[in-house]
């Protein structure tokens, strides 16, 4: 018996040694690790991120763009309309655009313009109306024109003067854009 007691001892000092090691290196890189992860803020993922900068439907957005469209200049009207499709890639939801449209560039928001638009400009407008950007037809310009509200495209605004939108708009933190 002594000699199966004296196998077993020495079998568990083969292995004890080791696992002791091993355990007590463990608990101090635990200990550590641990100790460290206290003093530090939590990391952030990517998607974290992602989820910190979705907005929920009717949300307000920090980033707030109007822009002055008053030329019929084919070329000026599709620059802007260019910088509107880039804003909504660059920030999605995450952005309220409105267009405030007046002088000879009230035609792209008539039903009947009096001066020719090209079909490309009047589907990029209707298009980015339906991803949520705003229209707004000066009222003044309008009244000059001899026009009323019913002859404005159904997805536009009709307000009361295109300047007083603009200077509105930015009191309401809306940065301006103009051409």
Known sequence: MSLKLSCLQRNLAEFSLPLLLVLFFSTALITTVTAHAADEPPAVTQNDEAEDELKFPGEESDNKLVYQFNKSDESYQLAVLNTIRNMLRKYGDDIKIVVSVMGPGIHMLLKEPGVPV?????????????????????????????????????????????VADLMELQQQGYAYVSW
């Not at 002859?151 to 003067?161: G, K, R």
Request: charged residues 25%; proline residues 2%.
């Open 118 to 162: 090209i079909p490309a400009i009047r589907d990029q407008v209707e298009s980015l109306a339906f991803y949520g950007v705003e229209f707004h037809a000066c009222g003044n310009t309008l009244i000059t024109l001899h026009k009323e509200d019913k002859d404005v495209v159904d997805f536009a605004t009709v307000v009361e003067a295109g």
